[in-house]
């Protein structure tokens, strides 16, 4: 475990097409920029390039009541600070369903926040959450692939979407000679895992769509004894507080495996054969430095004696609808 951040290469995945790599490692900005000194935040961002980890998920996240700027913003002067090239970094844009518009669809939306970064383009775009709206399916797969007919996205993905949702995306997509999403991004861990493990989406992957993990360590609840102090993602069948008592299992796991609790969750969503990415918040260089020497755990102890080890933390099995929200 001495290993420098940098000496950790990681690999990369194909996400739509061979000349579309993504590493298997991305950064979030969920109450992260926000919360850190800005010469850490700029410093952890050069290191993680050095380290191949060049995918950076950004959205309209942060204490906006108390005036501080959004972390969308901070990352735009993270990139002028660290003299970062437009090609040096894979960008991931959050659209949400909330501002889609009846006529232009979600280019204003985006082309909004593309302006608040401080680019022309992203490279993908993730639909947020399906809440109460109204939309049409078929708007929506028709929209997004305007954006990429104008150039300003190269492929997309959806957030924590029903099964039944992403295969009618599928369909229009198909009906429409149209991209259909190319990864869905679900909280998946050793304690969630009914969605991401259930046939429903098993079948969706065997159409094509790739799993991006995320809410790895359930906002941290699993690898702190102390419950987080900040906002944290929503809890889908009410067993955060059953999740919250297996920290102490995970902990114990992971010294027999000679690891660390944050390393063994990154670690274990990379056992999953359709992982095309994880994504992982950082608000200390200290955690880029965990997630990197994850990745080396899969391989050291093997695929099938990982999972079966976390077997015993599966905590919403038999409670969660495996078809998801």
């Not at 290993?3 to 991305?26: D, G």
């Not at 919360?35 to 700029?42: L, Q, W």
């Not at 437009?86 to 991931?92: G, K, M, P, T, V």
């Not at 970064?117 to 109204?134: E, F, K, P, S, Y």
Request: charged share 25%.
């Amino acid at each position: 475990m001495n290993m420098t951040t940098t000496s950790i290469q990681i690999p990369k995945n194909t996400l739509v097409a061979p000349e579309f790599q993504i590493p298997a490692l991305s950064l979030g900005s969920w109450n992260t920029y926000d919360r850190m000194d800005f010469h850490e935040a700029v410093s952890m961002v050069q290191k993680a390039l050095a380290s191949g980890v060049n995918m950076f998920d950004i959205g309209v996240y942060g204490q906006r009541t108390q005036k501080i700027p959004t972390s969308d913003i901070i990352f735009s002067a993270i990139v002028r600070a660290a003299k970062l090239r437009r090609e040096d970094y894979i960008l991931s844009e959050k659209l949400w369903l909330e501002g889609f518009d009846d006529d232009q669809g979600f280019r204003p939306q985006l082309e909004r926040a593309l302006f608040r970064v401080g680019t022309d383009h992203a490279d993908i775009v993730v639909l947020g959450d399906v809440r109460d709206n109204q939309i049409e399916m078929r708007d929506l797969v028709l929209a997004v692939a305007d954006l990429k007919s104008r150039g300003l996205i190269r492929a997309w993905g959806v957030n924590n979407w029903s099964a039944s949702n992403i295969a009618a995306l599928f369909d229009i997509a198909a009906a429409e000679n149209v991209d259909p999403p190319a990864m869905a991004q679900l909280k998946y861990s050793p304690a969630r895992r009914a969605i991401v493990d259930g046939a429903p989406f098993k079948a969706l992957f065997e159409r094509g769509l790739k799993l991006q993990a995320s809410d790895v360590m359930e906002g941290g609840v699993l690898v702190k004894d102390a419950p987080s102090d900040r906002m944290i993602g929503q809890d889908p069948g009410g067993i955060r507080e059953k999740i919250a008592a297996s920290a102490k299992t995970l902990r114990r796991i992971a010294d027999e495996f000679g690891t660390t609790p944050a390393q063994l969750c990154i670690a274990f969503t990379m056992t999953h054969d359709h992982i095309v990415n994880t994504l992982f918040g950082a608000s200390k260089a200290a955690h880029l430095a965990e997630a990197l020497r994850a990745v080396e755990l899969v391989d050291r102890i093997g695929k099938a004696k990982l999972r079966g080890a976390l077997e015993p933390l599966w905590a919403d099995q038999g409670v969660v609808d495996p078809k998801g929200p």
